[in-house]
């Protein structure tokens, strides 16, 4: 009896172990720059999407991969937002008496002037109709105040509404904010003018809007009690969505992968570090047992195109990194660091910095895709002439590399990955007689990782290949 107990035990182990995602099994929070309290911004529209922005010190500064600060504004900066349209705003002033929002241009390295601001704001969001609402403290009290400043206005009005804690707006004139401590969540579906509380839900302490709302309507909130919560009705019902969380905590921030519309990833974490992803869409959750070190606090969270995760604390910067370290492999099964790019129009494309030439046809780019001939953009990725085959009778184009096998047709948005399904954007083209395939796709599928470099629009694709 005894050894049969111990046998079902054993058995359980092993059927837990093999339910952790192997990607997650040795991942941990370290510290990156400076020791002193950072939150970090997702990239701008006019930013290359390897890149964020921190606030540190009352000063703004953007950084990339490398994590290297460019200092943006000497200007005392107490807050930023991010519009809709990827606009970069500043609440900025010498001290909180003396205050105004700033738009920035990067291609002028400028601020310009919006609108004052009431003495005391702390939170403050710019409406896609040009609206500015502010959330005002009244110091000594748990009152916040709502002011707005109508489009092209440079002066501010106070509201009657209670609330300002904290704001978060969508594309079609919907805005969520709350107010501190165990009061009203409140939405206003005119663009700030009035509002009205949200019933039936417990107080939120933050709410974030979806990268794809204008296609699923999803807005999420962070409850004070630590749950998660999603409306798929631009606002007007909630459900809470907890399936993989067990513990009930303070979430601090959440984030979205920069690929949300295609791999349906966010995370959640709270103010300890504990960190937990969902990859289809909040509906489940996977926590990925990191914590930062004791005595730290989490306050918000970016998501690189890499997959890098950044985390700004009280006490500096955080990267996720995992530490696994693999066994010692032969000499014969070395890696070789790969960089290929295409570029937009040219009719050449380079292989670790060696030029090739493309003879017959060229990139292009549409519906937000760079397409590559076959040919070349298989001899980038390391596969042959001989492992490219295409079947005319089902328009079906199939690419070996190793073990994997990677196919996709012209009259279906489907790529089979070793016979793995996945649903991707956009169809592979036959143009001037040439199949012409969508670079992040295929290169994605061979493990590969891809940056697209708008300034020269031209598409990087890093990889490592076997040296025998």
Known sequence: MASRLLFQLFAIALLFLSLVPSAFASLEWQPAGQRTAVTVIKATKDLPPDQYYLLMDGKLYRAGNDHALTLISNDKIWNVYVKDDGTLYALYGEDKASLAVEKWDNALQQWSKICNAPADTAHFAVLSNGAVLFGVSRYGTQIWKIALTPPAQANWMMKTETGGYRFAATPDGIVFTGEERELDNKRSTDYGATWRAIRGVEPFEQFYVSPNYKEDASVFALSRHGRVYKSTSRGETWIDTMEGINQHTFFAAMAFSPDYSQDQTLYVADKEGRLFISQDRAASW???????????????????????????????????????????????????????????????????????????????????????????????????????????????????????????????????????????????????????????????????????????????????????
């Open 286 to 468: 996977t926590s990925l047992d990191v914590r930062l070190p004791s005595g730290h606090t989490l306050n918000s969270l970016v998501i690189l195109p890499n997959k890098q995760v950044i985390a700004g604390t009280d006490q500096g910067l955080f990267l996720l990194k995992n530490t696994y370290t693999p066994p010692s492999r032969p000499v014969n099964s070395m890696k070789e660091k790969m960089t290929v790019t295409f570029t937009l129009g040219k009719d050449t494309y380079r292989i670790n910095g060696e030029e090739w030439l493309m003879d017959d046809a060229l990139p292009y780019y549409k519906d937000g895709r760079l397409y590559v001939p076959v040919r070349y953009l298989a001899k980038g990725l390391g596969i042959a002439d001989k492992d490219i085959r295409w079947n005319e009778a089902t328009r079906e184009v199939t690419l070996t590399k190793g073990d994997k096998t990677v196919k996709l047709y012209t009259d279906k948005r489907v790529l089979l990955a070793n016979d793995k399904a996945t649903l991707i954007d956009v169809y592979p083209e036959v143009t001037n007689n040439r199949l012409h395939l969508p670079v992040r796709w295929v290169a994605e599928a061979f493990g590969a990782t891809v940056t697209w470099n708008d300034f020269d629009r031209a598409a990087t694709i890093l990889y490592e290949k076997k040296v025998d």
